[in-house]
């Protein structure tokens, strides 16, 4: 270590807060002001200029703002009525009753490992982030009882800079808590929480911070802390996605086991538990171990009991995405631990393996997840059907569409991500509650209402408003490189309010296909400089520091806006962040989106820009998928499965939309002042996705489909000292000992060849149970059309009860009545009766099915 002046004693500063407006500090330590519009602007007035170069940190800004600032807005009356009203707002908001709905002991854990929640504090890279913030924020809003897990990184994400020639490079700024809005997590005596994790060369201590989130705490993880005097564990929280596989086993080791300390430090004791993607799997391990200890129960018996309460949310569409670490480090990070407690290793160890070809022996974040928790799902109805395929190994014996992982469909937070001056518009058209009743269809049938130019007025507004945003933010880098004056003063002059503008922004992945539009440049030059209907492109994303591809990429973008054929069409903006996704949404005309259809698991920007009035242009992936024919918006290519020869027809496709149909609709009747087509498509928009597409309505689906029925399937096992997991977990056992002797004896005679519509056919299965009982197993008859390849396609499932006892066998049975005519055919199949709710059915359940 370099040497360092140390100090002998430390010691926290904070500002002065006149009496008048003394709660500034409160305000400013919760995160509310982020999206509400009554708070937040407490801080921008205080100091237009000074609230920017903050990054709109209100802490920091506290902090650095000078005295005489502070007393003038005490004395000045309009500002004290503003600052009187925030109170009252931000004193109502916290103390709203929770949900009614709500079960009273219900207590959600929710782990990430990243979140987006401003963009003043760095511990977020992308999507995934952006969701989690917004989850918190909308968990907030609907009284849910939530509380965050995450981890503090002393480093924010990486920072992008071009360097000349349009190659990335990153800085990662140092963050500096003490002016961030957390605080250090105390216990009941008012210390400091530290909570520790064995690693295999000492004892990991973590500090445990509280970000407030609304109604809803955020506990924040931090390594670097001096009771660490092993640097390495210092380290482990240093960077987001930063370093190598051994620093994010140690990572995931932090954020699963320790999180699971530091909630029973603060003495919270969650009743359902969400993974949000694999990396805090490690939680369901420390949930067994501790069942094990302090309920006495055996393995099975405690994975049993945690499984019914776990959640996971999977969000990566190809298996190299997902994190597997070598079994070697899997053995030197765990086997220490589970013999400590008496998990047996090798037990723990399979639990992460066999769920893909791609993992080998390999021990996979996501398989750990998907085999301990009994409700999984994928964020896209699409990303639904790839994940299940993923992971058709874990249910080999069902066929693809049945394996048990169900889509709940993103959303973004609408009072975050709805720019201020369309708000204002519905304060004045929609019903005056609509800020509240946002989720509710009935509430945006009033959107045809909005007079056409007023609704263009603010889209013009935010075009203006972004395009000066751009050149600030371009020609200010352009001083840092001190480029030629004639270059910064391009800069200052980039673009033109009045052009159509498209959007593209996000993570520089590959298979986003970020060069697609510039695959045939000469006609992409005519369509751009077209002097009747001028385009230009709005770029930015960052590609991951070790994707080399993803940054050839950039440069390829960067070189060509260079081109004196592109240069004022063309503009690359550096360090795309939440601020630079804001202005984006709000301001641009079209959301260009053409990743190769599959990979995409759902998507998020998109619906950002929708709800601002931005009309999306898109491949058919993701959430577009669901949305596109309501939306008023465009498709690239059709349903197909992506190959590679596609590029040329999605580039061709977005071309020949352009010329045709998108840029004579928006420039039709500019002449008049406004493009009534244009606008027409922007209200379909408005009214059709603005209510499904947002959190709420995520939160929603996922308290009704798994945190209630999780909590209250909870509440039942944990009766009678766990009796309820014994049990099953002892009726499991004898399952699998019987199970090979079980079969379908015979499926009865079945109908003729031919029947009548309405005429009754039975279904019958007789079935040998080898000491099981008729209540042991569920018998079901899969029914459906018979495609020409001789399989069964549109199945349904019909379950058969038990009609009568033979000598060997026990018969189930059912009349069913075909409605629909044509060439039909069913098969019968037996499996263990698990559970009651076929979507919590354990991997590797075994099925039988008749023999043909
Ligand atoms: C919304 C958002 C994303 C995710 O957008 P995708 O459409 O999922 O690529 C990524 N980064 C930032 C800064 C965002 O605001």
Known sequence: MPFQVQPVKEFLVSPALPPAISRLGELAHNLLWSWDHTIRPLFRRLDPSLWKECHRNPVLMLGRIPQESLEKAAADPRYIALYQSACRRYDQYMSLPPDASRKDTMLVAYFSMEYGLSESLTIYSGGLGILSGDHLKAASDAGLNLVGIGLLYQKGYLQQYLNPDGWQTEKTPVNDFYTWPVQPALDANGNEILVEVKLPHGTCSIKVWRMKVGRVDLLLLDTNIPQNQNPEYRDITDQLYGGD???????????????????????????????????????????????????????????????GN???????????????????????????????????????LSLGQGGTDEQGDRFSMAVLA?????????????????????????????????????????????????????????????????????????????VPEIPND?????????????????????????????ASSIEQRRLAELFDPEAFTIGFSRRFATYK?????????????????????????????????????????????????????????????????????????????????NPRRGEEACGTSGMKAAMNGTLNLSILDGWFDEAYEVSGGWAIGDRDQYSSDMDDLHASSIY??????????????????????????????????????????????????????????????????????????????????????????????????????????????????????PEDVRVEAVVGRVNPDGGLEDTSVITLPPLSEQSEAVVFGRDFVPHQTGRLGYTLRVSPNHCDDPLTRPCLSPVKWTRS
């Open 310 to 348: 776990n959640v996971f949310t999977t969000h990566t569409p190809v298996p190299a995405g997902i994190d597997m670490f070598d079994p070697g480090l899997v053995y030197e990070y765990l086997h220490g631990y589970c013999e400590r407690y008496g998990v047996p290793f090798d037990k723990f």
């Open 370 to 446: 998907l085999k301990t928790s009994a409700y999984r799902n994928a964020v896209s109805r699409l990303h639904g059907e790839v994940s299940q395929e993923m992971f058709h190994k874990l249910w080999p014996d069902l066929p693809i569409h049945e394996v048990p992982i169900t889509p709940i469909t993103n959303g973004v937070h609408l009072p975050t991500w709805l720019n201020g001056d369309l708000a204002l518009l519905y304060d004045q058209y929609l019903a005056p509650d609509w800020r509240e009743r946002y989720p509710e269809g009935s509430i945006w049938e009033q």
């Open 454 to 482: 007023e609704l263009w007025e603010i889209r013009r507004r935010r075009k203006r408003r972004l395009i000066n945003f751009v050149r600030e933010r371009m020609s200010k880098r352009a001083q840092e490189r001190r």
């Open 656 to 773: 020949s939309q352009l010329e045709n149909d998108i840029l004579p609709l928006f420039y039709k009747g500019r002449e008049e002042g406004v493009p009534h087509g244009w606008m027409q498509r922007v209200k379909q928009s408005l009214m059709n996705l603005s209510p499904g597409f947002n959190c709420q309505r995520m939160i929603h689906d996922y308290t009704t489909r798994f945190y209630e029925p999780a909590h209250i399937g909870f509440l039942a096992v944990r009766r009678d000292n766990f009796q309820p997991a014994r049990e099953k977990a002892s009726w499991y056992a004898q399952v699998e000992r019987l199970w090979s002797q079980v079969s379908i004896e015979d499926s009865g005679d079945g109908p003729g060849a031919c029947v009548l519509t309405g005429t009754p056919i039975q279904l019958r299965a007789a079935v040998r149970l080898a000491g099981l009982t």
């Open 513 to 593: 296909r970020a060069t697609l539009i510039f695959r045939d440049k000469e006609r992409l030059k005519k369509i751009l400089s077209n002097p009747q209907m001028p385009v230009q492109i709005l770029v930015a994303g960052k590609a991951h520091p070790k994707d080399n591809p993803g940054k050839q990429f950039i440069r390829e973008i960067v070189q060509l806006s260079r081109d004196p054929g592109f240069a004022k069409h063309v503009v690359f903006i550096e360090d795309y962040d939440i601020e630079v996704a804001r202005e984006l949404v709000h301001g641009v005309d079209l959301w260009l989106n």
């Open 245 to 307: 596989n051994v620093t994010r086993i140690q990572q995931e080791l932090v954020l699963g086991v320790g999180g699971l300390r530091a909630l029973k430090a603060l003495g919270l004791e969650p009743t359902v538990y969400h993974m949000n993607e694999g990396h805090s799997a490690f939680l369901a391990l420390e949930r067994i171990r501790l069942s094990m200890q302090e309920n006495r129960l055996s393995f099975e018996e405690a994975l049993e009991s945690a499984r």
